[in-house]
């Protein structure tokens, strides 16, 4: 027998179904807004990936399952896709390789306007983002080497530690 329509816990129960009804499409609509694709989520930015080996680390803004595969997910508010977030990708493949023995064939950068651009993971992003990572690790390496001045001969004549200075020139 169905409630007669005047009773209030009958439009109590159509309000809140009605109203989960409307979450469920808003939700889907900012899903596609925003460019979230589908598959099991494994980790929403709450995991810090690591690897000693390439001394990298990482995290990504989601890592998702699709398939038999590992798909990293990056999220920018910029407008267009910039060459860091290209190498930041190239990072994410390493570091998932890595975590999950998976290499994923792809990843997606997610930019302010919902558009998702396809990153795919060959070995010329791979052989870039390594030789950069080389190259960033020299650097910081000799910022940790002492500097030896080259002070010109009229700062070492005005100097008053002259006498006391092993690195005067006149």
Known sequence: MMPPRSDPLFWLAAGVLLAGLLMILSAWRMRRVRGLSSGRTLALDDVTLYSPYYALRGRPDRIVRAGGTVI?????????????????????????EERFGVRPPYGYVVLGTGERRRIANDEKLRAWVLDLSSRIRDARRRLLEPTRPRPRPAQCRACGQRDNCSERVA
């Open 72 to 96: 990293p997910e990056e999220w920018k508010s910029a407008k267009r896709l910039w060459p860091g977030h290209i190498a930041q990708m190239g990072v994410y493949f390493l570091l998932i």
